[in-house]
């Protein structure tokens, strides 16, 4: 296929446009028409026809009703034909497999097995990550009573101040770290 | 980027002109146009009476000789086509109007004082499938037209039926008459608005 024939075409046009071809359903056989075939049939009622080939549109033209071809969506819809496959199609979706990537520190099959954990497990390690960020709260909480005492000793309300200050969000921090320390903690042991 | 050679062998095979445009839009954005259509551009400069704009080359189902139907109500009931404005020629061969055309005729049936003379006429429908740039073909149960000025100005004020989105486009004294419903698709929709913002 040469290029340059065209370009002159392209050029006439002037710019890009975009458009959203859609597929139309045939108004007699109930099948899609995909665009670019069929014909469309306006009557003057405003009622547009679309027909998916010549065939069909002859069937119409010839007043014969969709009702009574066997093949149609029509007849197949009215008698109750292939409803229970329809069905069928619909439960029978693709259970979603859970796959895991590898990550620097942690292994795939590690992750997975966090993901895909029964929820008494799941339960269970979240006592024992609770469990353990108490402990672990408590300990820097000696910490800091040791520290602040350290800092009462030397003297200077400055260190105290400043202590209060960073009270709010340092704490919470902390605590954010902890439990996501735990939780890889909780995955690494498992 | 996937261009298509649009040769002359080509140009009348009408299957893969559809598939072309269809690609075309889809692959490489760019809109595709007729070639016939440039011809008509290069008309509109010349300027129609009361007519906006250009219009692309469609299938011409309505030759000399044709009886139409009148779809409005100014009393005639049939036109029949004399001649089609702005066309040019070829030895032998019958004029042939399409919708959106101006055509000089005469009313055969209806109200005396429309008889028995010319009147000039606008093509609203026709009964020839004519194709769309989207591919698709379009055709409708009757062929009418509508009484009009040299001006484009209609002389009737009600419009019977629907009227095809390419002569209302053209014919925007007519458009403001159709009844509420042009014939437009989807497609045309967008592809309208595009033409606009140009």
């Known amino acids: ?190 | 980027r996937y261009f298509f050679f649009f040769s002359s062998r080509r140009r009348h095979t009408r299957c893969r002109e559809v598939s072309w445009a269809r690609r075309c839009v889809q692959e490489t954005g760019y809109q595709r146009r007729v070639h016939g259509d440039y011809q008509w551009l290069k008309m509109a400069t010349r300027g129609r009476g009361g007519q906006t704009g250009t219009k692309l080359k469609m299938s011409l189902g309505l030759p000399v000789g044709a009886l139409i139907n009148c779809a409005d109500n100014t009393g005639a009931k049939n036109l029949s086509v004399i001649a089609v404005s702005r066309y040019g020629g070829r030895l032998k061969r019958l004029p042939a109007a399409t919708i959106g055309d101006m055509i000089l005729c005469s009313c055969k049936k209806g109200k005396p004082e429309l008889k028995k003379k010319v009147l000039q006429a606008v093509i609203i429908r026709q009964r020839k499938p004519w194709r769309r740039l989207d591919g698709s073909f379009v055709y409708f149960e009757d062929n009418a037209a509508v009484i009009v000025t040299n001006k484009g100005e209609m002389k009737g004020s009600i419009i019977t039926g629907p009227v095809a989105k390419e002569c209302g486009e053209l014919w925007p004294r007519i458009a403001s008459k159709a009844p509420a419903v042009l014939q437009l698709n989807d497609y045309d929709l967008q592809f309208h608005s595009q033409k606009k913002k140009k």
């Open chain 1, 1 to 190: 296929r040469r290029v340059h024939g065209s370009r002159r075409y392209i050029q006439y046009c002037g710019g890009r446009t975009e458009a959203v071809m859609k597929t139309d359903i045939c108004s007699f056989s109930g099948y899609k028409v995909m665009p670019g075939h069929g014909i469309t049939f306006v009557r003057l009622d405003n009622k547009v026809f679309k027909f998916r080939d010549h065939r069909v549109k002859k069937l119409f033209q010839h007043k014969h009703k969709a009702a009574k071809f066997r093949w149609t969506c029509l007849f197949r819809r009215l008698n109750k034909k292939g409803s229970i496959e329809a069905q069928q199609k619909k439960l029978k979706r693709k259970v979603k497999k859970e796959t895991a990537r590898t990550y620097v520190g942690l292994n795939k099959d590690d992750i997975l097995k966090v993901r895909t954990r029964k929820p008494e497990e799941k339960e269970q390690a979240k006592e024992i990550a609770k469990k353990e960020m108490k402990k672990r709260i408590e300990k820097l909480k000696a910490l800091k009573k040791a520290t602040k005492a350290k800092a009462a000793a030397k003297g200077g309300k400055q260190l105290k101040d400043k202590q209060v200050k960073t009270g709010g969000k340092g704490r919470q921090r902390r605590q954010r770290l902890l439990c996501w320390f735990l939780l890889s903690c909780c995955i690494v042991q498992q």
